[in-house]
């Protein structure tokens, strides 16, 4: 184990044993459930005029799933919209291991690139960020009948 592998497990695990914005406030949520790992997870945005003001998350899931949560609701709360849905792709690439646009923009989220290697936990690094962006969807997508 290389010392940047190190601190990327201290950094997953800090935000798994004292995950930021967790708690539901009552705003728009959507809640998934990942069965091949018994990951549940509902994650919540208050959007106002094209910005997330805040993002918060609540939930059970394994250390990947829980602080991978936590680390998306402290960077995406209080951007834009549209740069929330960037970096929201972005992270999707980097977990299929697809080339980033922005990867500082990434920041903290970049400690979960690893997880290209591991098929099986791509579901749990993801599907907080996914629960995210059927909130934002649904939210522009208003109008629309899916
Ligand atoms: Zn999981």
Redesign the pocket.
Known sequence: MNDMNNLYRQIIMDHYKSPRHKGLKGYKCEHLH?PS???DITVEAKIENGKLVEVNHDGA??S??CSSASVMSELLSGKDVNEAKEIIEDYFNMIKGEEVKDEDRLEDALVYQGVAQFPA?M??ATIAWQALKDVINDDTDGDKNE
Request: glycine letters at 18%; proline letters at 0%; a positive charge.
């Open positions: 990942n790992c018994g990951d899931g394994c990947i799933c936990r579901k749990c």
